[in-house]
């Protein structure tokens, strides 16, 4: 069965701080990974990862995949009180599957000031 | 450019009665069209994708069903809802050639009571 794995499922930490959050993955057909930040309502699009080690960044956020390990890493520097949202990260199917995502649990971040 | 609407934003229900959750997409063609429940801000479950009108998939024995009458319209339906149900529920498109990334409703927050 397909799944997605995300750690920690929660994080405390204060603003200035640099967090790794992590999602491990087994799927078959599997095309690309995705990270979501979400905050109320709608997920945002954060990065979409299809190569190994090749990184994306964003500001102060920065992702890696590794297709070997079948891991991904988000890491936030400097972290501010506006990054406390909830991360989902995601797989994407090669597209003949239908497109049919498969997500972790999330991780619960919240920066304390 | 596209856009997603998806309606209504907040539901309260008692138990037994139909619900029905609407979503349109407009600004592109035959996208895949996927419903998604949340719980406790967590994690998104998939509830049914769609590539096409009239085909639907799904993905876990529930009480809700889902039609796609129209190429850019996915309906979620229950005939009796439960106590269950109660939920954060977000419908989301994607392009069927393109590399996965999902485009987010704004959601709709049943409470069956």
């Known amino acids: 069965e397909d799944k997605v794995v995300q750690s920690p499922l929660s994080l405390v930490v204060h603003e200035g701080d640099t967090v790794t959050l992590n999602c491990s993955y087994e799927?078959?057909?599997?095309?690309?990974l995705l990270w979501y930040k979400q905050e109320k309502k709608a997920p945002t699009f954060l990065f979409m990862l299809?190569?190994?080690?090749i990184e994306k960044k964003s500001g102060r956020l920065s992702s890696i995949l590794d297709k070997k390990e079948l891991f991904s890493i988000l890491n936030i520097t400097a972290t501010q009180t506006g990054d406390s949202a909830v991360y989902l990260c995601?797989?994407?199917?090669?597209?003949?599957?239908?497109?049919?995502?498969?997500f972790g649990q999330g991780t619960e971040l919240s920066v304390k000031p | 450019s596209q856009t997603i609407h998806q309606w209504p934003a907040t539901l309260v229900q008692p138990v037994g009665s139909p619900l029905s959750l609407e979503c349109t997409v407009e600004?592109?063609?035959?996208?895949?069209l996927y419903w998604y429940r949340q719980a406790a801000g967590r994690g998104l479950q998939l509830l049914f994708y769609?590539?096409?009108?009239?085909?639907i998939s799904s993905e876990v024995p529930q009480n809700l069903s889902a039609s796609r009458p129209q190429d850019r319209q996915f309906i979620l339906s229950s005939k009796k809802l439960l106590l269950s149900d109660s939920g954060f529920y977000l419908c989301?498109?994607?392009?069927?050639?393109?590399?996965?990334?999902?485009?987010f409703g704004e959601g709709s927050r049943l409470t069956v009571l």
């Open positions: 799927v078959t057909n599997f095309r690309s």
């Open positions: 600004g592109t063609s035959n996208p895949n």
């Open positions: 995601t797989t994407a199917p090669i597209r003949e599957q239908g497109g049919k995502l498969i």
């Open positions: 299809t190569s190994s080690g």
């Open positions: 989301a498109w994607s392009v069927p050639s393109d590399t996965g990334e999902l485009f």
């Open positions: 769609s590539v096409g009108i009239g085909q």
